[in-house]
């Protein structure tokens, strides 16, 4: 009998994984490769603020689990897992209802000798009252889809307006000056500018009001300031009113409270700061900490069941020799990928598991199409600094390479061509 592997989640880290085991394992028969995961679709998570708004298309980069699964010789099983029975070797997934809510698929069971957990995070907002209420989270596409369509409301209403009424205005606050954050404020300016420059004038560019709200010191506070001072230099030139030290206390229709007192009017609230596992991990059986991540040894298996590994956002794997974990940044989901697709085809052998080492190779922030700022660090060239049209072209060529490793090189190739001709004959913005 082959042996089981069963990986839940299928997003960059865990659909990276069952491609390279199908492959490879599943290719030769070696093992049987599943990829579980809620959704029939793939959207690489971080264009999720360009889908906001209106940057990217989501239909035309969405990847289907089904084909790759065909392609790639894995089998995709779609459901949400609710539950796990360790003594049997089981995972539970819930009943999949349609839009209707007619059963499409009945609750199941299904068995696994070696299983690997790769299900992200979603944002925290830290049980801050109204929130969950008021504010729009960009974990999926749906809800970002969603942010877009009620920015175009914004825009439709205001067109619909008599001439001999004023312009109208819009606002936007965002929670978190983190990556999300200050790229998802540059990407609605061009937005801005692009609905204008569409005939959906109404509103103008310079009527738009954003508000970019981070409760520490600094824009992107978890990255080297020589990263966050050109990044807030760019964020005030372009008109983005930046609050730093202004932690969120409260979040209404009308807009939002923080601690110190401040009121921030917004019509659209964005809360993108902080993040957390999916509750559903607590109750597993398996070592958690605060945030509901999976406690994995540098193998990335889990403290409590070494069939089980965990990785990605879900995951908190140590760093020798430092005082934190891994960070939650797609490059460490891409790292602990690779060495996943090695390490399980060594379990297969009998093999001693090699131990996981974040290298940390830079980070790339996007202001939309007016700048990027970034920093790549290698072992021969050390840490270069790069802005502007050098710094988007690497930014670019990041999501260029999750598509290499899903499609192969080849088939990258002719999407890229295709993406080419396809701007001539599409409006550059989303209008629907």
Known sequence: MQHRIVIVGGGAGGLELATRL??????????????????LTHIWKPLLHEVAAGSLNSSGDELNYVAQAKWNHFEFQL?????????????????????????????RQIGYDTLVLAVGSTTNDFGTPGAAEHCIFLDTREQAERFHRQLLSHYMRAHAARDDQPAA???VAIIGAGATGVELSAELLHAARELAAYGLDRIRPEDVGITLVEAAPRVLPGLPERIGNPVRQTLDKLGVSVLTDAAVSEVTSEGLHTRDGRFVPAELKV?????????????????????????VR???????????FAFGDCAACPQPDAEHN?????????????????????????QALPEYRYRDYG?????????AVGNLMGNLTGSVMLEGWLARLFYVSLYRMHQIALYGLVRTTLMMIGDRLSRSTEPRLKLH
């Open 271 to 295: 809360w993108a700061a902080g993040i957390r596992a999916p509750a559903f991990l607590r109750d597993l059986g398996l070592e958690c900490n605060r945030i509901n991540q999976l406690v």
């Open 363 to 371: 980070s790339l922030i996007s202001l939309s199409r007016f700048s």
């Open 79 to 107: 459901g949400r897992m609710t539950g796990l029975n360790r003594q049997e070797r089981q995972i539970s997934l819930a009943p999949v209802i349609d839009d209707n809510g007619a059963e499409v698929l009945p609750a």
């Open 169 to 171: 205005s819009f606002k």
């Open 326 to 350: 891994v960070p939650p940044r797609a490059q460490a989901a891409h790292q602990q990928a690779s060495l996943l697709a090695r390490s399980l085809r060594l379990l297969l052998q009998g």
């Open 298 to 308: 540098p193998t990335l298996q889990t403290t409590l069941d070494e069939r089980i």
């Open 22 to 39: 199908g492959r490879t394992l599943g290719k030769r028969r070696q093992a049987r490769v599943t990829l579980v995961d809620a959704n």
